[in-house]
């Protein structure tokens, strides 16, 4: 319909069932039934004001206003309503820990804890020798410094809240020394000169981009300053003609001017991960050993648990941080312990850590398992996608990602859909990675020369299962 007469709106608007009439009809009393009267009520009472609204426009059609039109239109609606937001995906896109994804995968370990704390009474803030209420800080932090090496520890909701506090509670109205390579921007615009300015301290910068010496801390130093800083380079590296500070050499100079050496590790390991092949990547326990007075660094990346900053290091400088204001502000709820603690205590047993934590796990799988799950999978999507694509095994390299180790790939194998004729694929791979992300646990891959790749590092057997049975269920 278009240009609708008055006369005809008028009529039209006639058409309108009664709100009570269509409630009361069957199909509506099955909706009330699934969602409540309330939601269908609202519902219908929302399709109801866009066909008005369509009228008028002259787009309407009465056929819709019938009782079992509406009913799918409502139905469809409140589902629409009814689906969680945060979903369970495929993450085929080649990048181990995401960011976007959820980066690290809790092991069963920290489920049961987390159930726990979830559906009973647990003692958060309470110290169970004494009777008196604790420091819930106390659950963990004997343990975390059993695994680093350090005098004192403290945990908040993630590294960038890690950094924002040391430097608020250390720094505020004082200098602090970084070099010019190491002011590093991360995802979400996370900026080491914004987050030292937020925090109320004074950035002064030595060095130049590639070349820092120990002399340019040195010369730097003077009334205000109140440390030197050490920030990993999470997400880039620099190469060619390059000369860093490391920690133990300015750690001596740090003690002799009474200052204390801070270092964001960012994703920060525990264990020396040369030893199951993956790339070095400097521990927490070597960076305090090194001479770092305070280290920080993530519980979501290359540790494998929750996330959350760690603050580790000297006693004195711990418990500055903890009495600041912002450490209420920017402390770790019981569900972030209660799964901490067991993904911690997994590292007690380091010889069957790449069993048990699954980050470590999916990083060491060997290229030949990823290679035979894509020989399982592959006749499968072909069927799916049908005759239109054609799907190849193909060799792949992933990453580790969230910033960790960013020039280091993993050899991998994936599945490569294309078009069949040769031609390029332009908007049908375009439709067909919608048509995977539509999927009721959608399916996460990435376009890259002109195909759609799916990287099944991170496929392991019960989710490479799902998937077969997701896929074997579409219509091609």
């Known amino acids: 319909m278009s240009d609708v007469s008055s006369a005809e709106l008028r009529a039209l608007m006639a058409r309108v069932p009664s709100v009570e009439k269509v409630m009361a009809s069957p ?27 369509d009228a008028q ?13 509406l009913a799918i239109s409502v139905g469809e609606m409140l589902r629409d309503r009814a689906q969680a937001r945060l979903r369970s995906v495929f993450n085929l896109t080649g990048t ?23 559906t009973q009474p647990i003692n958060l803030e309470f110290d169970l020798e004494t009777g008196k ?18 005098e004192a520890a403290t945990v908040v909701n993630n590294n960038a809240a890690a950094v924002l506090l040391t430097l608020s509670a250390l720094a505020s109205k004082k200098e602090v020394i970084v070099s010019r390579g190491e002011l590093v921007e991360i995802g979400g615009s996370f900026r ?28 730097a130093i003077g009334p205000r300053t109140a440390m030197l800083m050490k920030v990993h380079a999470s997400n880039y590296a620099i190469s060619g003609f390059t000369a860093e500070v490391r920690v133990d050499e300015l750690a001596p100079l740090a003690k002799a001017r009474g200052l204390a050496v801070v270092v964001d590790l960012g994703s920060g390991t525990l264990v020396d991960l040369t030893q199951w092949g993956l790339p070095r990547e400097t521990t927490v326990r070597e960076t305090i050993a090194a001479g770092a007075d305070l280290v920080t660094f993530s519980a979501d990346k290359l540790l494998g648990g929750p996330q959350a900053g760690l603050i580790v290091g000297r ?24 799964a901490l603690e067991p993904v911690l205590r997994l590292y007690r047993t380091p010889e069957k850590l790449a069993e048990r934590l699954t980050t470590l796990r999916v990083l060491t799988r060997p290229a030949d ?28 390299f992933s990453q580790i990602g969230s910033g960790a180790l960013p020039v280091d790939v993993l050899p991998s194998y994936g599945l490569v859909v294309r078009m069949a004729d040769g031609k390029r694929g332009g908007r049908h791979l375009l439709a067909l990675e919608k048509r995977l992300r539509e999927l009721p646990r959608p399916i996460i891959g990435r376009i890259a020369d002109d195909a759609l790749r799916l990287d099944l590092r991170c496929l392991e057997a019960g989710d490479e299962a799902e998937l077969v049975a997701q896929l074997s269920g579409v219509q091609g």
């Open 133 to 150: 209420r604790g420091d819930r800080d106390d659950l963990i932090d004997e343990l975390i410094c059993e695994l680093t090496g350090a």
């Open 96 to 118: 181990v820990l995401h960011t976007n994804l959820g980066r690290a995968l809790l092991p069963v370990e920290a489920l049961g804890a987390v159930v726990t704390a979830l």
């Open 315 to 338: 006693l004195e400088l711990i418990r500055k941080i903890k009495k600041h204001p912002l450490k209420r502000a920017l402390r770790v709820g019981k569900l972030t312990l209660a």
């Open 57 to 69: 426009a002259g787009q309407a059609s009465v056929a819709s206003l019938d009782t079992a039109p």
């Open 369 to 396: 398992a990823v290679r035979v799950a894509a020989e399982r999978v592959q006749p499968v999507l072909q069927r799916t996608v049908g005759e239109r694509y054609a799907v190849a095994i193909e060799p792949m």
């Open 27 to 53: 199909e509506f009393l099955m909706l009330a039934a699934e969602f409540g009267r309330s939601q269908v009520l609202a519902a219908l009472h929302h399709a109801l004001e866009t066909w008005r609204a």
């Open 192 to 219: 080491i000169p914004d987050i030292m300015s937020r925090a109320g301290a004074k950035l002064r910068e030595v060095g130049t981009t590639n070349r820092t010496h120990l002399k340019d801390y040195e010369h």
